[in-house]
């Protein structure tokens, strides 16, 4: 069964409620925060290398897209930039200075998690092989097998199976792991979740005694372990 130490998030934010809401949201969905009220501040902790950086424009001391372009020159440490800017100028000029990502206030908390998410598989190695119960999932090949039986999936039930097995014990609404999966930046239905859930359970539950996704009624879905 995998093991991984918990991702390090570093806040950025001068502004103390919206600093307070991302560190507890954030520590919610598991990850250590530490938190930089300005610039330099800021400047000064990313360098310790956290695993990745969530970096307010407009900060005292030292303005965001300074700090950006200082942490660049040492680091590559993933950086969402979180502005209030939201014309197109200022979205390719802050990853123009190397942010990784860009986000607008006001922002939903869920897509900004999901982006956490996505930067962080981005830069996290993986280990090639899930084994979770019965279950193996070889990443390399992508294949899977349960027990003795080879279970042939569809690029989209992989990638949803994938992510309930490292996202275990947590139960994730449809929203969530359609950004998780799909992506947020995909145009569609996050009721779609149901389908693939219903595809994926015919497949990897249908056959077994012990089934591993769960549902959480009004909630969503899960793997326990």
Known sequence: MEHSRTPKVL????????????????????????????????????????????????????????????IRAKSRVPIIMLTAKDRVPDRVAGLDLGAD??????????????????????????????????????????EVRRGDKEIALTAKEYALLEYLLLHRNKVHTRDELFNGVWGSDFLGDSNLIDVYIRYLRGKIDDDFDDKLIGTVRGVGYTIKD
């Open 11 to 70: 806040v950025v934010e001068d502004d103390a409620a919206i600093a307070r809401v991302l560190q507890l949201e954030l520590e919610h969905e598991g990850y250590e925060v530490d938190v930089a009220r300005d610039g330099l501040q800021g400047l000064e902790k990313a360098l310790k290398e956290p695993d990745l950086v969530i970096l307010d424009l407009m900060l005292p001391r030292m303005d965001g897209s300074e700090v950006c372009k200082r």
């Open 101 to 142: 990502d860009y986000i607008t206030k006001p922002f939903a908390t869920e897509e900004l998690l999901a982006r956490v998410r996505a930067r962080l598989r981005e830069r996290t190695p993986q280990s090639n092989v899930i084994v979770y119960r019965d279950v193996v999932m070889d990443r390399d090949r992508r």
